[in-house]
């Protein structure tokens, strides 16, 4: 190798370590934590992809994007600029449009502005969910919305371990038309869906379970997520149910411990077997009691370790 080259990759092997160490931001708490491996007690520096394990307390994070979160006692995860991996255990957060909080192989970012949430890992591939503040949103890996969660909202997740025999859209709701289309609103879920096939106008107004099929790359009417195609359809009652929405909790963004969520309201009359939805092959139920157990069950003096 001549000598220019030589220097050139001598300098680049000196610049590289620094451009690496870019930090994303700070660890903060009370206790003994693991960041990449290395013991830490209180305060520490974190640089794109540290991985942060919690042990006897909640350890925060709090990231230059202005996203914080909190992972709780026994939890790990990586933090990037502007998304977080939940590896293992649950924790919460709050952040602005444009972070991602990615678990089990789901996506959950926040809509239309600041939102806070909670999230745990439960064992058996089952994710759990409680939207705090704001509306957030679910996706699977391939950007398919499988979930819009309002304030108050409880969750459960799972994805199918096999690819699925039947198509991977299985919901309940109302169907509704619109300037354009069809639409159908799935009461467990929250995703709107534009549905195409024969015989809609028939069920207009009337509560339908449909087993469909995505139609990717199609552009949805306004109001819908996706275009999804009806190969199955069975009408489920006459007539579609009014409901009024629940009263949202006044939960503080930021602040811990959270409030406990409001439980997700049962499904309306005539909509009693939309218990669980299947969207893009991700199995979502309402987490109720679940969520309650794992997700609020924090002592006195963990809660204590967290700073406003």
């Known amino acids: 190798m001549d000598r220019p080259a030589h220097a050139l990759c001598l300098l680049a092997a000196l610049c590289f370590p620094v451009l690496a160490a870019e930090p994303v931001g700070v660890l903060q708490g009370v ?17 794109e992809g540290s991985r942060v394990e919690s042990s006897d307390s909640d350890a925060e994070l709090r990231l ?3 996203s914080r979160l909190w992972l709780y006692t026994n939890s790990a995860g990586r933090a990037y600029a502007r998304r977080l991996i939940l590896e293992r255990g649950a924790g919460q957060w709050e952040s602005s449009e444009g ?26 591939g089952r994710i759990q969910a409680v939207a705090d503040s704001g509306v957030l949103r679910v996706t699977n890996p391939a950007g398919v919305t499988v979930a819009r969660m309002r304030t108050g909202m409880a ?23 619109r300037p354009g289309g069809y639409v159908l609103a799935d009461p467990v879920t929250g995703v709107v869906e534009e549905v195409r096939g024969e015989r809609l106008d028939q069920e207009v107004g009337n509560v339908v379970e449909i087993t469909a099929r995505l139609l990717p790359g199609v552009k949805p ?23 009024a929405p629940s009263p949202a909790p006044q939960a503080k963004p930021g602040a811990a411990p959270a409030p406990a969520p409001t439980p997700l309201p049962a499904p309306p009359a005539g909509m009693s077997g939309a218990k669980k939805a299947v969207i893009a092959g991700v199995v979502v139920g309402g987490a109720g009691a679940g969520a309650a157990v794992f997700l609020l069950q924090k002592k006195e003096k963990q809660q204590g370790t967290i700073s406003p």
């Open 31 to 47: 206790g003994v934590f693991q960041v990449d491996g290395n013991p830490v007690v209180g305060n520490a520096t974190l640089l």
């Open 155 to 177: 969750l459960e997740f799972e994805a199918q371990q096999k690819p699925a025999v039947e198509p991977p859209f299985e919901i309940t709701g109302c169907l509704e038309r």
């Open 64 to 66: 230059k994007s202005g």
């Open 221 to 243: 009417i306004e109001g819908a997520m996706e275009v999804i195609q009806v190969l199955r359809l069975r009408r489920v009652s006459r007539g579609c149910p009014i409901t």
């Open 99 to 124: 972070f991602v909080l990615e678990a089990g192989g789901l996506r959950i970012l926040a809509e239309g502005g600041r939102a806070a949430g909670r999230i745990a890992l439960v064992g058996g």
